[in-house]
């Protein structure tokens, strides 16, 4: 294969996208190229006063089918697929009659976007392109002679490799242009096969794919040794990757983590009331429902004053000046919420290294979707995990019921211990937290690191009792053996809201007797890993 420049003597455009058409094809006519086109794109670049060339003149065949076949010929295949510099293929298309293409500017129907506004059945196959990712997949195979954009946003570099070489493409330019047309085909053919498995109830298909597009490059991942990127995936979902970022420093790998998983807790709490969650390592260290988002702050930040230095803030409603002002008087990375007023941004902008991320709308915290990590020689994925204490049981298993008010911060408790990592114990009182214990490889270490944490946070705060006096306690998974719910009595817990499910269950419930406590059970498990 030759390894050198191609003068583009010969364009095929065909766009569903005509952003950015007038000037690239303004620039093709001035370095001399044929433009060839089909359809709507050709109707567009006449439009310009530019001469084009239809795909019938080298196929000799009109559209047919309602467009579905315009260019699947070997007047276009042909083209596109000669071997530069190989006699035995420039003897064929000779034979043929089939001139040379150097360069297909293609974008596909836009199957993603249908899919977003979750189009009937019937649209979205009719939004299946097969020509355009057949012609993207030919050119880039033949890279070596062809040169294939799939975006508009590489017009500007065609163009400016095209005035520098006199009208022709390197080969390293084509090859990279390559590198992305084959992403850009597997992104397009992950998105359908994504939707017809869901359209056919297939949750565990035999080949599975997964696609997404740059919407970031960061600095470097969990580590400065490590590189990281951040991609936008579909369905759309109100969040990190959907925000826009009016002021504050670049996002790292680790704030965009933080951040997603505050956002999703304030999401799920936000029918409780206005919520804020401080987030620190993927771990709530505070949250909290009140009247209104400032009250909400203050709630959340006394859980954990010390942890929540750096940390990450979710807001369930609007930015505004009250809670603005709480959060800047401690160092803050980040803060996350729907919208924002002006002058509340203006607070937050005396402090340049707080990011601000706006997203417009909270997610729903029952949309589905599925959650992927990757794994040694292969990917894990699940489900969402979308059920709601609203979807729990609430069995009352102990002689004492919880009061009202025990039993509303039981709800908010068990929200809370959903979104904290395995083992998670939870204490909260007044609709906020007061005591959290994440990550521990036993549940009794999770109760007792989540009481001493509260009881250093009520000495930070001058205070007597600790902040687990009085409170409610909520567990992820439920007790293998009596002793977690022993430390959290111990810790002055009064009611406590656990799956079950257990051999043991008879005995803890036997403990919740013997030491007053209100149990409720939910029979439904939230480890999160």
Same mark, same amino acid.
């Given at each position: =294969?030759?390894?050198?420049?191609?003068?583009?003597?010969?364009?095929?455009?065909?766009?569903?996208?005509?952003?950015?058409?007038?000037?690239?094809?303004?620039?093709?006519?001035?370095?001399?190229?044929?433009?060839?086109?089909?359809?709507?794109?050709?109707?567009?670049?006449?439009?310009?006063?530019?001469?084009?060339?239809?795909?019938?003149?080298?196929?000799?065949?009109?559209?047919?089918?309602?467009?579905?076949?315009?260019?699947?010929?070997?007047?276009?295949?042909? %083209?596109?697929?000669?071997?530069? %510099?190989?006699?035995?293929?420039?003897?064929?298309?000779? /034979?043929?009659?089939?001139?040379?293409?150097?360069?297909?500017?293609?974008?596909?129907?836009?199957?993603?976007?249908?899919?977003?506004?979750?189009?009937?059945?019937?649209?979205?196959?009719?939004?299946?392109?097969?020509?355009?990712?057949?012609?993207?997949?030919?050119? /880039?195979?033949?890279?070596?002679?062809?040169?294939?954009?799939?975006?508009?946003?590489?017009?500007?570099?065609?163009?400016?490799? =095209?005035?520098?070489?006199?009208?022709?493409?390197?080969?390293? +330019? *084509? *090859?990279?242009?390559?590198?992305?047309?084959?992403?850009?085909?597997?992104?397009?053919?992950?998105? $359908?096969?994504? &939707?017809?498995?869901?359209?056919?109830?297939?949750?565990?298909?035999?080949?599975?794919? +997964?696609? %997404? &597009?740059?919407?970031?490059?960061?600095?470097?991942?969990?580590?400065?040794?490590?590189?990281?990127?951040?991609?936008?995936?579909?369905?759309?979902?109100?969040?990190?990757?959907?925000?826009?970022?009016?002021?504050?420093?670049?996002?790292?790998?680790?704030?965009?983590?933080?951040?997603?998983?505050?956002?999703?807790?304030?999401?799920?709490?936000?029918?409780?009331?206005?919520?804020?969650?401080?987030?620190?390592?993927?771990?709530?260290?505070?949250?909290?429902?009140?009247?209104?988002?400032?009250?909400?702050?203050?709630?959340?930040?006394?859980?954990?004053?010390?942890?929540?230095?750096?940390? $990450?803030?979710?807001?369930?409603?609007?930015?505004?000046?009250?809670?603005?002002?709480?959060?800047?008087? $401690?160092?803050?990375?980040?803060?996350?919420?729907?919208?924002?007023?002006?002058?509340?941004?203006?607070?937050?902008?005396?402090?340049?290294? $707080?990011?601000?991320?706006?997203?417009?709308?909270?997610?729903?915290?029952?949309?589905?979707?599925?959650?992927?990590?990757?794994?040694?020689? @292969?990917?894990?994925?699940?489900?969402?995990?979308?059920?709601?204490?609203?979807?729990?049981?609430?069995?009352?298993?102990?002689?004492?019921?919880?009061?009202?008010?025990?039993?509303?911060?039981?709800? +908010?408790? +068990?929200?809370?211990?959903?979104?904290?990592?395995?083992?998670?114990?939870?204490?909260?009182?007044?609709?906020?937290?007061?005591?959290?214990?994440?990550?521990?490889?036993?549940?009794?270490?999770? /109760?007792?690191?989540?009481? &001493?944490?509260?009881?250093?946070?009520?000495?930070?705060? %001058?205070?007597?009792?600790?902040?687990?006096? @009085?409170?409610?306690?909520?567990?992820?998974?439920?007790?293998?053996?009596?002793?977690?719910?022993?430390?959290?009595?111990?810790?002055?817990?009064?009611?406590?809201?656990?799956?079950?499910?257990?051999?043991?269950?008879?005995?803890?419930?036997?403990?919740?007797?013997?030491?007053?406590?209100?149990?409720?059970?939910?029979?439904?498990?939230?480890?999160?890993?």
């Amino acid at each position: =294969m030759p390894d050198t420049s191609i003068r583009i003597r010969r364009a095929l455009i065909s766009v569903t996208d005509k952003t950015g058409l007038d000037t690239l094809g303004h620039a093709l006519a001035r370095h001399g190229a044929e433009l060839v086109s089909t359809g709507g794109t050709a109707t567009a670049l006449r439009a310009l006063g530019l001469a084009v060339t239809d795909v019938f003149d080298l196929t000799g065949f009109p559209e047919m089918l309602d467009g579905r076949v315009k260019t699947l010929h070997p007047g276009v295949h042909g %083209g596109l697929l000669a071997v530069r %510099g190989k006699p035995e293929h420039e003897a064929a298309i000779a /034979a043929h009659g089939i001139a040379p293409i150097d360069l297909l500017v293609v974008n596909l129907y836009a199957f993603e976007a249908a899919a977003a506004e979750s189009k009937p059945f019937d649209a979205m196959i009719e939004n299946i392109d097969i020509g355009g990712p057949a012609m993207i997949r030919s050119a /880039a195979k033949n890279h070596s002679g062809v040169a294939v954009v799939v975006d508009p946003s590489d017009y500007a570099g065609l163009i400016a490799e =095209m005035d520098g070489g006199g009208g022709a493409t390197s080969p390293g +330019f *084509r *090859r990279t242009l390559a590198a992305k047309a084959f992403a850009r085909t597997a992104a397009y053919d992950a998105a $359908i096969a994504t &939707w017809f498995a869901s359209e056919v109830g297939e949750s565990a298909p035999a080949y599975r794919s +997964f696609a %997404g &597009w740059l919407n970031k490059k960061l600095r470097y991942g969990e580590n400065p040794h490590q590189t990281s990127a951040l991609y936008s995936s579909l369905p759309p979902r109100p969040g990190v990757a959907q925000s826009h970022q009016p002021q504050g420093k670049e996002l790292s790998y680790n704030n965009i983590a933080d951040a997603d998983a505050a956002f999703e807790l304030v999401a799920e709490l936000a029918a409780m009331g206005q919520a804020v969650a401080i987030i620190k390592h993927a771990n709530p260290c505070g949250a909290a429902v009140a009247g209104t988002l400032a009250e909400a702050y203050r709630k959340a930040l006394a859980c954990d004053r010390t942890s929540a230095f750096g940390g $990450i803030v979710a807001l369930s409603g609007r930015l505004d000046v009250e809670v603005a002002a709480e959060i800047a008087k $401690i160092f803050t990375e980040v803060v996350i919420a729907p919208q924002a007023d002006k002058a509340a941004l203006d607070i937050l902008a005396a402090k340049p290294a $707080i990011r601000v991320l706006l997203t417009d709308a909270l997610p729903d915290p029952r949309q589905s979707g599925d959650l992927v990590r990757s794994v040694a020689g @292969g990917l894990l994925v699940q489900s969402r995990d979308v059920r709601t204490i609203d979807d729990a049981r609430f069995d009352v298993v102990s002689k004492r019921s919880p009061s009202t008010a025990e039993a509303t911060d039981l709800r +908010f408790a +068990f929200t809370l211990a959903k979104h904290v990592k395995s083992n998670a114990i939870v204490y909260a009182k007044d609709g906020a937290t007061v005591g959290i214990g994440a990550g521990q490889m036993s549940r009794i270490d999770s /109760a007792r690191n989540a009481a &001493w944490k509260a009881a250093d946070a009520a000495k930070t705060a %001058g205070m007597d009792k600790p902040l687990t006096e @009085g409170s409610v306690a909520a567990s992820d998974a439920f007790f293998p053996f009596a002793d977690g719910l022993e430390a959290i009595a111990a810790a002055g817990a009064t009611a406590v809201i656990q799956p079950g499910g257990s051999v043991r269950d008879a005995e803890v419930v036997a403990a919740a007797d013997r030491l007053g406590l209100a149990m409720v059970l939910t029979g439904q498990r939230h480890f999160r890993h």
